[in-house]
């Protein structure tokens, strides 16, 4: 089946810097990529839609400085967690829309200390 | 009142036993019903993928869909332990690739050998 693969699996790092995700669709070509935060016994929340090619658009209360997104080819797309701060801390999931429905990548365990 | 509502669990059965998992809805403009499985610290994976109303069956896996009632049901008969995970149920408008997923807090199962 289709697949996207997600880098890094997990990563610590300090408080106020920056983290890049990186989410590549390895068989098709995405041309949406969204963006999930998934907190402890919480639902997936989206974050933001990236289109590649234009701007991302951002869910209400996301600060769209702070989550950089590209999406510069129909296989990339990156989130960056800018100037990290503890509370920044969750699991963050891509998935994009593939023949065999919403495909995610294998998510991103950020822990910001 | 939240879109999609479902119980977090934790629900625990036997081996064998036939598992129901339930979501409703309000948002009488979702078409399409998604059943995904999350391992621990892992993506969700796509089980079942509905659209409107009716059944329908993979396997041990049935996945049901009452619109009139916004109530979306996922059966799995003969669990096995391997089973164990969170089960998210997740629903959109429509199927293109921009169209914005929804989804439930998931409910963790728990299959005892």
């Known amino acids: 089946g289709a697949v996207v693969s997600q880098h890094p699996s997990w990563v610590i790092c300090k408080s106020g810097t920056s983290v890049k995700i990186e989410c590549r669709s390895l068989?098709?070509?995405?041309?949406?990529m969204f963006w999930y935060r998934q907190f402890p016994k919480q639902s997936l929340m989206l974050m933001a839609t990236?289109?590649?090619?234009?701007?991302?658009?951002?869910e209400q209360g996301v600060e769209k400085d702070k989550f950089l997104i590209n999406h510069a080819s129909l296989t990339l797309s990156t989130l960056t967690v800018t100037s990290a701060h503890p509370e920044d801390s969750s699991f963050y999931i891509c998935?994009?829309?593939?023949?065999?429905?919403?495909?995610f990548g294998s998510g991103t365990r950020l822990t910001v200390v | 009142q939240k879109e999609v509502e479902q119980d977090p669990g934790p629900l625990s059965v036997p081996e064998g036993a036939i598992v129901s998992l339930n979501c409703t809805y309000s948002?009488?403009?979702?078409?399409?019903f998604m059943w995904y499985r999350q391992y621990s610290r892992k993506g969700p994976e796509l089980l079942m993928y509905?659209?409107?109303?009716g059944n329908k069956e993979d396997g041990r896996f049935t996945a049901q869909v009452d619109k009139s009632s916004k109530y979306i049901s996922l059966f799995i008969r003969d669990s096995q332990p391997s089973d164990s995970a969170t089960y998210l149920c997740?629903?959109?408008?429509?199927?293109?690739?921009?169209?914005?997923?929804?989804f439930g807090i998931g409910t963790k199962l728990q299959v005892i050998p």
């Open positions: 990236s289109n590649e090619g234009s701007k991302a658009t951002y």
């Open positions: 948002n009488s403009a979702f078409q399409y």
């Open positions: 997740a629903m959109s408008a429509g199927s293109g690739g921009y169209q914005k997923v929804t």
């Open positions: 068989d098709f070509q995405a041309t949406t």
């Open positions: 509905t659209y409107s109303s």
């Open positions: 998935s994009a829309r593939s023949r065999d429905g919403y495909t």
